[in-house]
């Protein structure tokens, strides 16, 4: 059950991090907490526009929400990128042992030639 809520949550981490206005908003409240319609402010969209990528970034935790009054604050959540990171270091490494096994069989060849001249040469 776990590998799948951790699949559902990497699946909603990368989600959020695959739109560049996501990640904008991300860097901004890296800064500190944010309230919405700042967020909202730089982007040449609506404030309902900018909502839908603020609530796919609270789906994917990376960002939570703080109400005051009517006020609506939001801050950045760095622990769901964890589970992004882990699979990321994962996929590097399993694809860099395969490309060394690659690179080591591709060689086999050339070594076995270098070592059946040198032994026929002499």
């Known amino acids: 059950m776990k590998g799948v809520a951790t699949q559902r949550e990497l699946d909603r981490v990368l989600l959020a991090l695959a739109d560049p206005t996501r990640r904008a908003i991300l860097r901004r ?41 009517r006020e609506h604050f939001l801050s950045f959540d760095p622990e769901p990128l964890g589970v ?10 399993f694809w860099a042992a395969r490309l060394d096994a690659l690179e080591r069989a591709l060689s086999e060849p050339e070594q076995s030639e270098e070592t059946g001249r040198g032994a026929g040469d002499g």
């Not at 882990?86 to 590097?92: A, F």
């Open 84 to 93: 992004a990171a882990t699979w990321i270091e994962e996929q590097r490494l």
């Open 29 to 69: 409240l890296v800064a500190g907490e944010a309230r919405v319609t700042e967020i909202a402010a730089p982007f040449g969209m609506s404030l309902n526009a900018v909502s839908k990528h603020i609530r796919t970034l609270e789906r994917a935790r990376l960002v939570r929400r703080r109400r005051a009054g």
